[in-house]
């Protein structure tokens, strides 16, 4: 298996443009997590899916960022403005189900300017 | 509210040194209890992991870690550590069925001087 697959690796936007993260979870799995990853605040949970479900927003920053799961493969986040207290390494995951462990992408790292 | 606590923010240890990292986490009930690591500049990768069944736990790269309930605790070990330890590692844990998914520790750096 592949593993996690995040797009893009990299991203550097500047302040006020939309920003568009893309996870692939490993086949099979059930849950999907989103993470946001600083010096400052650590390894911050943003939000988790089960079966495609939003069941935990509440580390969702703020308004400008929301997430979807259309199908059991594909998720993403994204950013509308973007500020530059958004950049950091956002990292996706994916578990078979919610109490098992996670597995980790390899990470966006975001930088707006 | 539901927390795990890593004691040791920074350690530096030369090569060779055993290695001992605390984990504790807020209150007892069902837990998952995991560790991961993450190398500079890379993702999070599963050391090892604790469902259930004997206590001490053994994962990769010659880590283990142990389970004790009475303490709500679940620290890290490695008899001798390399250069290539050198990364940060998270303690995490799952309470009951997951409803609130895996809550991280803030994370211990560990340095390896050769």
Not at chain 1, 22 to 28: A, Y
Not at chain 1, 30 to 58: A, C, H, K
Not at chain 1, 85 to 108: H, I, K, M, W
Not at chain 2, 22 to 51: D, M, R
């Amino acid at each position: 298996d592949a593993g996690v697959i995040q797009s893009p690796r990299h991203e550097v936007t500047e302040m006020g443009q939309e920003v568009t993260l893309r996870c692939k979870p490993i086949s099979g799995h059930n849950s999907l997590f989103w993470y946001r990853q600083t010096m400052m605040r650590g390894l911050e949970l943003l939000i988790y899916f089960n079966n495609n479900v939003p069941i935990d927003d509440s580390g969702m920053p703020e308004d400008r960022f929301s997430a979807k799961m259309p199908n059991a493969s594909f998720s993403t986040l994204k950013i509308q403005p973007s500020e530059p207290r958004d950049s950091a390494v956002y990292f996706c995951a994916s578990s078979l189900d919610r109490n098992y462990e996670q597995y980790f992408g390899p990470g966006t790292r975001l930088t707006v300017t | 509210a539901q927390s795990v606590s890593q004691h040791n923010h920074h350690v530096i240890l030369s090569e060779a040194a055993s290695l001992e990292l605390g984990c504790n986490y807020s209150y007892g009930g069902t837990v998952n209890l995991f560790w991961y690591v993450q190398y500079p500049g890379q993702h999070l990768q599963l050391l090892l992991k604790y469902f259930s069944g004997d206590p001490l736990v053994k994962g990769i790269k010659g880590f283990e870690a142990e389970f004790i309930k009475s303490k709500f605790s679940f620290n890290l070990r490695k008899p001798s550590v390399q250069w290539s330890d050198t990364a940060e590692y998270f303690c995490a844990v799952i309470w009951g069925g997951g409803a609130d998914g895996l809550t991280f520790g803030k994370g211990t750096h560990l340095i390896i001087q050769p």
